[in-house]
Nanobody
Framework: QAQLVESGGGLVQAGGSLRLSCAAP????????VGWFRQAPGKEREFVAT????????DYADSIKGLFTISRDNGKNTVYLQMNSLKPEDTAVYYC?????????????????WGQGTQVTVSS
């Protein structure tokens, strides 16, 4: 099964920005909604953001609303997560996931394909 590939993670100081990318080697990528999730050590995986197949509908976790922006370029089979004003509590492994549905979901169980994750560390 095709696997997504995340990139763009790293170490950043509090207040800084990072842009994560999620490359999807899926021929019919346009038919997939995509979500970003994150998991901090000792915590459950949590929802961050989703985007519909067209990019017309997006949804965000309350904790990052107004700070993070999800977008997609279907011509490049890539979804992005722009993260601004990062805080130490944003430190986690960030995963992207795709579901064969036109709309996204905040529940990780609704996703069919996952990446291996990219580490984001925000220092204080």
């Amino acid at each position: 099964q095709a696997q997504l590939v995340e990139s763009g993670g790293g170490l950043v100081q509090a207040g800084g920005s990072l842009r994560l990318s999620c490359a999807a080697p899926i021929r019919t990528f346009i038919l997939y909604a995509v979500g970003w999730f994150r998991q901090a050590p000792g915590k459950e995986r949590e929802f961050v953001a989703t985007i519909s197949w067209s990019g017309g509908n997006t949804d965000y976790a309350d904790s990052i609303k107004g700070l993070f922006t999800i977008s997609r370029d279907n011509g490049k089979n890539t979804v992005y997560l722009q993260m601004n004003s990062l805080k130490p509590e944003d430190t986690a492994v960030y995963y992207c996931a795709a579901r064969h549905n036109l709309d996204g979901s905040p529940s990780p169980v609704h996703y069919d394909v996952w990446g291996q994750g990219t580490q984001v560390t925000v220092s204080s």
